[in-house]
């Protein structure tokens, strides 16, 4: 998931609903110390967790970042990379939370979009339950939002796919 992602040292990463910031910590690696990455999450128990992981590691290039849920909080043209993993289904409103995050990507930026498969019949009733619509709704909220998809990702997930947007003009 980190290659396909394509990390260059001094980029910054925007890793929206970071969760316990197990991408965060790999991306500031891949960043190196002239890059960043700000860890989005809208609970700020996991915000403190990944405070207390990255001080304990060392880890001196993340900043955590609170989030409503209408927006990602991030500047205009701060990141580089918006990384949403497993989280694109919980946003309750998918349009003015792309419209803030295609803002916070530089000119030339991109998203990296993974989420879970939901098929009738071969997603698991949990993924069915949960996920509140499949790839083709969310690809396309996000095409209407100001991206173009330029790539699928395969072979590396089982229940979930993996697909790369660049920032167009809106």
């Known amino acids: 998931i980190v290659a396909a992602c394509k990390l260059k040292s001094g980029m910054s990463v925007g890793d929206v609903g970071a969760g316990t910031g197990l991408f965060t910590r790999l991306f500031a690696q891949e ?45 205009a043209n701060t990141i580089d990379l918006a990384f949403i993993c497993d989280t694109y289904h919980h946003f309750e409103f998918p349009q003015k939370t792309m419209s803030t995050i295609h803002r916070a990507l530089k000119a030339d930026g991109r998203l990296v979009l993974i989420d879970f498969e939901r098929i009738e019949g071969k997603s698991t009733e949990f993924v069915l339950g949960h996920v509140r619509a499949g790839r083709e709704v969310f690809e396309k909220e996000i095409v209407d939002a100001g991206f173009k998809r330029i790539e699928q990702v395969e072979g590396i997930l089982k229940e979930n796919y993996l697909l790369i947007f660049e920032r167009i003009s809106k």
Do not use: P, R
Request: net charge negative; with cysteine; glycine share 8%.
């Open 31 to 75: 960043v190196g110390e002239n890059g960043k990455v700000y860890a989005v999450d809208i609970a700020d128990k996991f915000l403190k967790h990944i405070e207390v992981t990255c001080k304990d590691s060392g880890i001196n290039n993340v900043a955590t970042v609170k989030c409503t849920q209408d927006s990602c909080e991030l500047g």
